[in-house]
């Protein structure tokens, strides 16, 4: 498991994968884990100094751990505060994509875990135009662990009767500054 990079803030208690897989909706169902909590609030990611951003930092955390839903409205929340345009922004559509293709994974749903990690892997692809690195992330790291994941979609173990479970072999790495 990687180090926890905000080892105070408790992960939720499971992570969501869809209606009818025994966990109520975290936002919009009694008993959901995030009902009463506010929306997620983000400042904008500025690449160079990724660990400014806690939402970006909760994101690797969550997904790293195995709750990719919740990975996923993390860093949502700063796409949007990034208003959804910019090379930040395009980094954060492909960590959305990989968080929404871990859903897909648990949900057993390979085709749909193959079409998100390659949409992942073209935004990343598309800043290696430019830069390397982004948000403290190797893009080309990111690139190839999107692709393997598309390969190896049929192979995933779904763990549909677990609370958390990570599907994904491997980490997104650790953000570093620049």
């Keep these: 498991m990687p180090r926890r990079l905000l080892p105070d803030r408790a992960f939720p208690p499971y992570s969501f994968i869809g209606r009818g897989h025994g966990f109520p909706h975290p936002r919009n169902e009694p008993g959901g884990h995030a009902r009463d909590l506010p929306e997620p609030e983000a400042e904008p990611l500025d690449l160079e100094a990724p660990h400014q951003c806690v939402e970006h930092l909760w994101g690797i955390d969550l997904f790293h751990h195995g709750y990719y839903w919740e990975a996923h409205e ?4 700063v796409w949007f505060a990034c208003g959804r345009r910019g090379d930040a922004a395009e980094l954060l559509r492909g960590l959305i994509l990989l968080a929404a293709a871990g859903v897909k994974a648990r949900q057993g749903r390979p085709s749909g875990v193959r079409r998100l990690a390659l949409g992942a ?3 990343f692809e ?7 690195r982004a948000g403290g992330l190797d893009l080309e790291h990111l690139a190839r662990f999107a692709s393997r994941i598309a390969e190896n979609a049929d192979s995933l173990e779904a763990f549909p009767n677990a609370k958390v479970a990570v599907v994904f072999d491997e980490i997104l790495g650790e953000p570093e500054a620049g």
Excluded: C, G, P, V
């Excluded at 993390?74 to 929340?77: G, K």
């Excluded at 598309?126 to 390397?132: G, K, P, S």
């Design 121 to 123: 892997r073209r935004r």
């Design 74 to 77: 993390a860093w949502e929340s």
């Design 126 to 132: 598309t800043l290696l135009a430019t830069r390397r």
